[in-house]
């Protein structure tokens, strides 16, 4: 059985997640995927616009959806400091639809008001929520 570790999700509003059972977190930072598991070496890591999972020592796995931030593993407390973060269970798919649409839609018309970083981030964060809800199997 893997030892488990603490681990924690802290947004600019809430502590949005805090358990001490986690066996494994995967991520992506700016430079490429990571995984963490117990007793890992101390890192600092940027976090990209990217799911995050984790494994419980029950088994289950929990998907979040994390829009930036840092994540910090020292002495077997695994801690993501994000700017937005929301559980996969609480993403309504049909707003994350409709945010991806109007997102292509404006970098499509290239309007010359149009903040060309603002609309790709936008259309980055609604697939990557999109990816998020498909991966819980929900439409």
Do not use: W
Request: net charge neutral; charged share 25%.
């Amino acid at each position: 059985m893997a030892t488990p570790f603490t681990f924690e999700i802290v947004t600019p509003d809430k502590m949005l997640f805090v358990s001490e059972e986690v066996t494994y977190v995967g991520f992506r930072t700016l430079v490429g995927g990571m995984g963490i598991k117990a007793n890992h070496l101390p890192v600092i890591a940027t976090l990209d616009v990217a799911p995050l999972k984790i494994q419980l020592a029950d088994g289950s796995e929990e998907i979040f959806a994390v829009c930036g931030g840092f994540l910090e593993m020292q002495n077997n407390k695994c801690t993501v400091l994000a700017t937005i973060a929301e559980p996969g269970a609480d993403i309504d798919a049909a707003r994350a639809a409709a945010a991806k649409e109007r997102a292509t839609a404006r970098l499509a018309a290239r309007n010359e008001d149009l903040d060309v970083e603002r609309a790709k981030i936008a259309l980055k964060k609604a697939t990557m929520r999109l990816r998020v809800s498909e991966a819980l199997g929900k439409k």
